[in-house]
């Protein structure tokens, strides 16, 4: 959550809390002036220079693609290279005077000048080169000077380099690029060390946002071309990354408190990789089910699930139940990737399934993102039944009803045998 959104929910409650009297006027007073010292709210201004900078970056790369004829090739580069070297020593002033966001942003524009000069060196001296090479030096280059400079909107701009090198297709004389770029992983694995050592929430979106674009899609393709290995992969550790997640928050808070974010997205990862998997089965795919990738990967993501589930069932964990059925929807989800057999039936049923248990757990650990995606998940569960499925209306009515009949039977029954007794009371 960004600073000025906490400090204003913060200030809202203290002043609800006084203007109720839960609060007396002293004691108000103190946590007002408590909230205030927790930092300034981020500034219009702020914002403006950020965005400033943004817009000088693309004056340097609309400078470049101009191509002006008129002008000196010398010229051209001392222009770019120019600028570059301003915005470095407007960094190193501002870092100076230790306004570091002014700094951070201005290392943004150096290496948005960096990346001008790559394209206009390139251009002048017609280079044939790859685009995908261009792209992956300028995201180098960047990241070196996030590092050395601790600039959150440059690590931000190599996060979005990297991920738009690992989509750009590679030039004809490129052999050093495959088609499917595994070094990627590495490369994120670096961005999300530096974002959190920078204590940057908003680069660790961004780099399981990127991290999940990227295996998405490649699993998707692989899966397509009748290759099990990548895409169950994923979702095997993906399985496995949510039950470290779940079990770090409320605990360890390896993560600061990112876990439930990298929850959300690993939710999103597994109900599309599910999804195009049954999608490929009932088409036929030549992906085969029962392939010894696909047997090694569930043997080890329910394995992993399952020592974390004993684990917090021995310690009273706060997410032990979360845990627990994640390693079993992790079981049920391997046993649907192997014995589908084409019929979509099974999984419509495990992922409807799943979609009410995310809204639960987003009610559980009061994180209203993951609820929404859960009820986001149930309509598009619903949706797909109703078009896709079944084959009849009325065949899709029976299933209907049968959900209907398990949530209501859920609502009062499932209570009533969790519920833990009292000392003393008869069952």
Same mark, same amino acid.
């Given at each position: 959550?960004?600073?000025?959104?906490?400090?204003?929910?913060?200030?809202?409650?203290?002043?609800?809390?006084?203007?109720?009297?839960?609060?007396?006027?002293?004691?108000?007073?103190? &946590?007002?002036?408590?909230?205030?010292?927790?930092?300034?709210?981020?500034?219009?201004?702020?914002?403006?220079?950020?965005?400033?900078?943004?817009?000088?970056?693309?004056?340097?790369?609309?400078?470049?693609?101009?191509?002006?004829?008129?002008?000196?090739?010398?010229?051209?580069?001392? %222009?770019?290279?120019?600028?570059?070297?301003?915005?470095?020593?407007?960094?190193?002033?501002?870092?100076?005077?230790?306004?570091?966001?002014?700094?951070?942003?201005?290392?943004?524009?150096?290496?948005?000048?960096?990346?001008?000069?790559?394209?206009?060196?390139?251009?002048? #001296?017609?280079?044939?080169?790859?685009?995908?090479?261009?792209?992956?030096?300028?995201?180098?280059?960047?990241?070196?000077?996030?590092?050395?400079?601790?600039?959150?909107?440059? &690590?931000?701009?190599?996060?979005?380099?990297?991920?738009?090198?690992?989509?750009?297709?590679?030039?004809?004389?490129?052999?050093?690029?495959?088609?499917?770029?595994?070094?990627?992983?590495? #490369?994120?694995?670096?961005?999300?060390?530096?974002? #959190?050592?920078?204590?940057?929430?908003?680069?660790?979106?961004?780099?399981?946002?990127?991290?999940?674009?990227?295996?998405?899609?490649?699993?998707?393709?692989?899966?397509?071309?009748?290759?099990?290995?990548?895409?169950?992969?994923?979702?095997?550790?993906?399985?496995?990354?949510?039950?470290?997640?779940?079990?770090?928050?409320?605990?360890?808070?390896?993560?600061?408190?990112?876990?439930?974010?990298?929850?959300?997205?690993?939710?999103?990862?597994?109900?599309?990789?599910?999804?195009?998997?049954?999608?490929?089965?009932?088409?036929?795919?030549?992906?085969?089910?029962?392939?010894?990738?696909?047997?090694?990967?569930?043997?080890?993501?329910? &394995?992993?699930?399952?020592?974390?589930?004993?684990?917090?069932?021995?310690?009273?964990?706060?997410?032990?139940?979360?845990?627990?059925?994640?390693?079993?929807?992790?079981?049920?989800?391997?046993?649907?990737?192997?014995?589908?057999?084409?019929?979509?039936?099974?999984?419509?049923?495990?992922?409807?399934?799943?979609?009410?248990?995310?809204?639960?757990?987003?009610?559980?650990?009061?994180?209203?993102?993951?609820?929404?995606?859960?009820?986001?998940?149930?309509?598009?569960?619903?949706?797909?039944?109703?078009?896709?499925?079944?084959?009849?209306?009325?065949?899709?009515?029976?299933?209907?009803?049968?959900?209907? %009949?398990?949530?209501?039977?859920?609502?009062?029954?499932?209570?009533?045998?969790?519920?833990?007794? %009292?000392?003393?009371?008869?069952?």
């Amino acid at each position: 959550m960004a600073l000025w959104n906490r400090k204003t929910i913060l200030t809202n409650a203290v002043s609800d809390w006084h203007t109720r009297g839960l609060l007396d006027e002293t004691t108000a007073a103190n &946590l007002l002036a408590d909230t205030d010292t927790q930092g300034s709210s981020f500034s219009f201004q702020n914002i403006l220079i950020l965005l400033a900078v943004i817009c000088l970056g693309f004056a340097a790369m609309t400078f470049v693609a101009a191509n002006w004829d008129d002008m000196a090739r010398l010229t051209r580069v001392a %222009v770019v290279l120019g600028s570059m070297w301003v915005f470095w020593g407007a960094s190193a002033f501002f870092q100076w005077r230790d306004q570091t966001w002014f700094a951070q942003v201005f290392t943004l524009g150096a290496c948005a000048m960096f990346g001008a000069g790559i394209m206009l060196i390139s251009q002048i #001296y017609h280079i044939q080169g790859s685009a995908k090479d261009a792209t992956w030096l300028w995201a180098l280059g960047t990241i070196l000077a996030a590092t050395f400079t601790r600039s959150i909107p440059a &690590l931000a701009l190599s996060i979005a380099l990297f991920t738009t090198w690992s989509w750009l297709e590679p030039s004809m004389f490129s052999w050093r690029n495959p088609e499917f770029q595994y070094s990627f992983i590495a #490369y994120m694995a670096v961005c999300a060390a530096l974002a #959190y050592w920078m204590h940057s929430r908003f680069c660790a979106h961004l780099v399981v946002l990127a991290t999940a674009l990227w295996a998405v899609p490649t699993g998707i393709a692989l899966l397509d071309d009748g290759f099990a290995a990548f895409p169950s992969a994923v979702i095997g550790i993906t399985f496995v990354l949510m039950s470290i997640m779940l079990f770090s928050d409320r605990n360890t808070n390896w993560l600061r408190g990112f876990e439930r974010a990298v929850v959300f997205f690993a939710i999103g990862v597994l109900g599309v990789m599910c999804f195009f998997w049954s999608v490929e089965m009932s088409n036929g795919s030549k992906v085969n089910a029962v392939a010894t990738p696909l047997f090694i990967t569930a043997a080890l993501a329910i &394995l992993g699930t399952a020592a974390f589930a004993f684990l917090v069932r021995a310690r009273a964990h706060p997410n032990s139940y979360d845990i627990i059925v994640t390693a079993i929807f992790t079981a049920l989800t391997f046993t649907c990737m192997a014995l589908g057999n084409g019929e979509p039936l099974f999984f419509m049923a495990l992922l409807l399934a799943a979609s009410i248990w995310i809204i639960r757990m987003g009610w559980r650990i009061e994180y209203r993102p993951i609820t929404v995606l859960g009820f986001i998940s149930f309509g598009l569960m619903m949706l797909w039944i109703y078009f896709e499925t079944i084959g009849t209306l009325l065949g899709t009515s029976v299933f209907y009803a049968v959900a209907g %009949v398990l949530l209501l039977a859920g609502v009062f029954i499932i209570p009533r045998l969790t519920r833990t007794p %009292v000392k003393g009371e008869v069952k």
